[in-house]
Nanobody
Framework: EVQLVESGGGSVQAGESLRLSCAAS????????IGWFRQAPGKEREGVSW????????HYADSVKGRFTISIDNIKNTAYLQMNSLKPEDTAVYYC?????????????????????WGQGTQVTVSL
């Protein structure tokens, strides 16, 4: 059974940092991509950042570029999202999603792929 487990969310003040983790298990594919998404109350889900399993391709939404960094440990099949200089508008439930197969990070972000699996989400709250 494929599982994605997010962790690392919490409540912080503006300007502080958090590091989210997405641990993926239960699959044998060596080629895959992971995307981070977020959904704030009353808003649609939006993509935040994407990475390929070998870490060679990454992509960021404009709203987080320069503040967030995505990385991956492909031995552990765990992706990370380092979030610095957090703003109140970053408050949301953050989800990771798994796309099996090889797709560039930019394509994952822009080509409308249907992700194969989703995690349960982790809450991030940023206050002034």
């Amino acid at each position: 059974e494929v599982q994605l487990v997010e962790s690392g969310g919490g409540s912080v003040q503006a300007g502080e940092s958090l590091r989210l983790s997405c641990a993926a298990s239960g699959f044998a594919n060596t080629d895959y991509g992971i995307g981070w998404f977020r959904q704030a109350p009353g808003k649609e889900r939006e993509g935040v950042s994407w990475i390929t399993s070998d870490g060679s391709s990454t992509h960021y939404a404009d709203s987080v570029k320069g503040r967030f960094t995505i990385s991956i440990d492909n031995i552990k099949n765990t992706a990370y999202l380092q979030m610095n200089s957090l703003k109140p508008e970053d408050t949301a439930v953050y989800y990771c999603a798994l796309l099996l197969g090889w797709v560039t990070a930019e394509a994952m972000a822009t080509a409308g792929y249907e992700y194969d699996y989703w995690g349960q989400g982790t809450q991030v709250t940023v206050s002034l």
